[in-house]
């Protein structure tokens, strides 16, 4: 049976349909195909995840990185 | 339902690392800072917090380094360890109770049948990246700690579900769970940040 709107939304927003069975996962296609709504939520959820990696992966900086390295590893020398 | 086994690490790395090589140990410490920082700042750490809690970490993981065998892959090992040594994150992430709250808010969107009543009307595709990057921020800042971490540790890093699975301590429901709330939260807030922004515009 076609899943309704709401059971799309809970598919694609809990990461169930990465783990449901083929049959379900073309039905969903299916529903996307025909539904805007469902179309522009599952768009929406995508780019959620394409402007959080943005934001959480801008590189950190080096200097702040490697003064931090260097205070771990001299620490583990002073314990040893 | 049952998940498959989390990844393991390559043996002749974990050789190594039980070995106590200093260059392996050295490398470990380097590749997973950045990551490790990420994680303790979706904890809800402050930024100081969070390096003094990554530090610990790292430096657990160098005086236990012979302990390693190899059964986790050695990120999962060092997620947990920095989970355990937060004290904050550790009762936030893994005991906080989880409120319902975006449940309703996403219920009220669909009528009996499961159809949309109030359809999403997130900020659209051509919208200022800039804008919706800063929006974004301000969204993950108001998740709660634990639906924040399981969305970073998924979503950003990327990791296997049975992976952040373990580092979470929860099942993979659970985890269902947590991202169900976590991305509907960021996408409502989301939402109510654009739709504001197009007022403002017209004013």
């Not at chain 1, 059971?7 to 049959?23: C, D, K, N, Q, Y």
């Not at chain 2, 937060?86 to 009528?111: G, L, N």
């Amino acid at each position: 049976m076609m899943p309704s709107c709401r059971e799309v939304t809970r598919l694609l927003a809990s990461g169930e349909v990465e783990i449901s069975p083929a049959v379900q996962r073309i039905l969903m296609r299916l529903h996307l195909l025909m539904c805007d709504d469902c179309r522009r939520y599952s768009r929406e959820l995508r780019q959620l995840g394409e402007t959080a990696r943005e934001a959480f992966r801008s590189p950190l900086d080096a200097d702040r990185l490697a003064a931090l390295e260097r205070a771990i590893v001299d620490r583990a020398q002073g314990q040893e | 339902m049952s998940s498959p086994p989390a990844p393991i690490e390559d043996p002749e790395r974990t050789a190594r690392i039980r070995a106590r090589d200093p260059d392996t140990l050295q490398g470990v410490v380097r590749e997973h800072l950045p990551m490790l920082l990420r994680a303790a700042r979706a904890a809800g750490l402050s930024p100081d917090q969070a390096d003094d809690a990554v530090q610990e970490t790292l430096l657990t993981f160098l005086t236990r380094a012979h302990e390693f065998d190899g059964r986790a892959r050695v990120r999962t090992w060092l997620y947990g360890i920095l989970l355990k040594k937060t004290a904050r994150a550790f009762e936030s992430v893994r005991r906080s109770q989880e409120t319902e709250e975006i449940d309703e808010i996403v219920e009220a969107r669909f009528d009996e049948m499961g159809r949309w009543v109030r359809p999403p009307r997130g900020p659209d595709a051509g919208a200022d990246a800039e804008r919706v990057r800063a929006w974004l921020a301000d969204c993950l800042e108001g998740l709660p700690d634990r639906r924040r971490l399981a969305f970073v540790l998924r979503e950003v890093e990327e990791l296997p579900t049975e992976e952040v699975c373990k580092i979470l301590e929860v099942t993979p429901n659970n985890l269902g769970v947590l991202l169900f709330r976590a991305r509907n939260g960021l996408r409502e807030c989301l939402e109510i940040k654009g739709l504001r922004g197009r007022d403002d515009a017209e004013l």
